[in-house]
Protein backbone atom coordinates (compact mmCIF):
# COMPACT_ATOMS: atom_id res chain seq x y z
CA UNK A 1 0.00 0.00 0.00
CA UNK A 2 1.14 3.42 -1.01
CA UNK A 3 0.18 6.32 1.33
CA UNK A 4 1.05 9.90 0.27
CA UNK A 5 0.66 12.86 3.03
CA UNK A 6 -0.53 16.38 2.30
CA UNK A 7 -1.68 19.85 4.09
CA UNK A 8 1.25 20.28 6.48
CA UNK A 9 2.73 23.92 6.29
CA UNK A 10 3.53 26.60 8.70
CA UNK A 11 0.59 27.92 11.00
CA UNK A 12 0.36 30.16 13.73
CA UNK A 13 -0.35 29.46 17.42
CA UNK A 14 -4.04 29.05 17.75
CA UNK A 15 -4.30 27.88 13.64
CA UNK A 16 -5.91 24.86 11.97
CA UNK A 17 -4.36 22.60 9.70
CA UNK A 18 -5.96 19.66 8.18
CA UNK A 19 -3.50 16.67 6.92
CA UNK A 20 -4.81 14.54 4.17
CA UNK A 21 -3.76 10.84 3.55
CA UNK A 22 -4.18 8.95 0.10
CA UNK A 23 -3.47 5.84 -0.94
CA UNK A 24 -4.14 6.12 -4.66
CA UNK A 25 -6.18 3.28 -6.38
CA UNK A 26 -5.80 1.16 -3.35
CA UNK A 27 -8.37 0.24 -0.53
CA UNK A 28 -7.75 1.28 3.45
CA UNK A 29 -11.32 -0.54 4.37
CA UNK A 30 -9.23 -3.35 6.02
CA UNK A 31 -6.19 -1.49 7.86
CA UNK A 32 -6.18 0.46 10.71
CA UNK A 33 -4.81 3.93 9.48
CA UNK A 34 -3.03 6.24 12.38
CA UNK A 35 -1.24 9.78 12.46
CA UNK A 36 2.10 9.57 14.09
CA UNK A 37 4.74 12.35 14.13
CA UNK A 38 8.27 13.05 15.19
CA UNK A 39 9.93 15.70 16.05
CA UNK A 40 13.99 16.47 16.25
CA UNK A 41 15.34 14.66 19.21
CA UNK A 42 12.18 12.77 20.27
CA UNK A 43 10.58 9.43 19.67
CA UNK A 44 7.85 9.16 17.30
CA UNK A 45 4.56 8.93 18.77
CA UNK A 46 1.38 8.03 18.10
CA UNK A 47 -1.20 10.76 17.76
CA UNK A 48 -4.61 9.68 16.01
CA UNK A 49 -5.86 6.47 15.27
CA UNK A 50 -8.83 4.97 12.87
CA UNK A 51 -9.20 1.84 14.26
CA UNK A 52 -11.81 0.61 11.70
CA UNK A 53 -13.81 1.97 8.46
CA UNK A 54 -16.84 2.29 10.70
CA UNK A 55 -15.90 5.18 13.00
CA UNK A 56 -13.74 3.36 15.81
CA UNK A 57 -11.19 6.20 16.47
CA UNK A 58 -8.50 7.22 19.38
CA UNK A 59 -6.20 10.10 20.55
CA UNK A 60 -3.48 10.82 22.11
CA UNK A 61 -3.76 12.59 25.13
CA UNK A 62 -1.59 15.64 23.76
CA UNK A 63 -3.86 15.81 21.06
CA UNK A 64 -7.12 14.84 22.52
CA UNK A 65 -10.19 17.54 22.04
CA UNK A 66 -7.98 19.55 19.43
CA UNK A 67 -8.05 16.95 16.66
CA UNK A 68 -10.32 14.89 14.27
CA UNK A 69 -9.49 11.57 12.49
CA UNK A 70 -11.72 10.81 10.30
CA UNK A 71 -12.10 8.50 6.38
CA UNK A 72 -13.42 8.94 3.04
CA UNK A 73 -14.07 5.29 2.51
CA UNK A 74 -14.94 6.00 -1.21
CA UNK A 75 -11.75 8.09 -2.07
CA UNK A 76 -9.44 5.75 0.33
CA UNK A 77 -8.42 8.81 2.24
CA UNK A 78 -7.95 9.74 6.14
CA UNK A 79 -7.57 12.91 7.52
CA UNK A 80 -6.74 14.26 10.62
CA UNK A 81 -7.98 18.14 10.94
CA UNK A 82 -5.97 19.43 13.79
CA UNK A 83 -7.22 22.94 15.47
CA UNK A 84 -5.77 25.12 18.52
CA UNK A 85 -2.47 23.99 17.50
CA UNK A 86 0.81 24.77 19.32
CA UNK A 87 4.33 24.93 19.25
CA UNK A 88 4.88 21.58 20.53
CA UNK A 89 2.73 20.33 17.96
CA UNK A 90 5.48 20.92 15.19
CA UNK A 91 6.50 18.13 13.89
CA UNK A 92 6.76 15.68 10.59
CA UNK A 93 3.69 13.96 10.83
CA UNK A 94 3.10 10.98 8.97
CA UNK A 95 0.06 8.16 7.98
CA UNK A 96 0.60 4.38 8.49
CA UNK A 97 -1.62 1.74 7.78
CA UNK A 98 -1.66 -0.78 10.11
CA UNK A 99 -3.73 -3.67 11.91
CA UNK A 100 -7.19 -3.46 11.32
CA UNK A 101 -8.99 -3.15 14.53
CA UNK A 102 -5.98 -1.78 16.51
CA UNK A 103 -6.40 0.78 19.41
CA UNK A 104 -3.29 2.45 18.46
CA UNK A 105 -3.10 1.37 14.32
CA UNK A 106 0.65 -0.87 15.70
CA UNK A 107 2.05 -3.05 14.04
CA UNK A 108 2.34 -0.13 11.25
CA UNK A 109 2.66 -2.30 7.78
CA UNK A 110 3.22 0.69 5.35
CA UNK A 111 3.93 3.86 6.17
CA UNK A 112 3.81 7.20 3.85
CA UNK A 113 7.00 9.92 3.43
CA UNK A 114 5.52 12.69 5.89
CA UNK A 115 4.69 16.08 5.87
CA UNK A 116 5.88 18.72 8.15
CA UNK A 117 4.15 20.82 10.34
CA UNK A 118 5.26 23.73 12.19
CA UNK A 119 3.74 25.87 14.19
CA UNK A 120 5.10 29.69 15.09
CA UNK A 121 4.80 30.65 18.78
Known amino acids: VQLVESGGGLVRTGGSLRLSCTAP????????IGWFRQAPGKEREGVACSSTNDGNTHYADSIKGRATISRDNAKNSVFLQMSSLKPEDSAFYYC???????????????WGQGTQVNVSS
Open 96 to 110: AAGAYGSRDCRPSYY
Open 25 to 32: GQSLLYYS
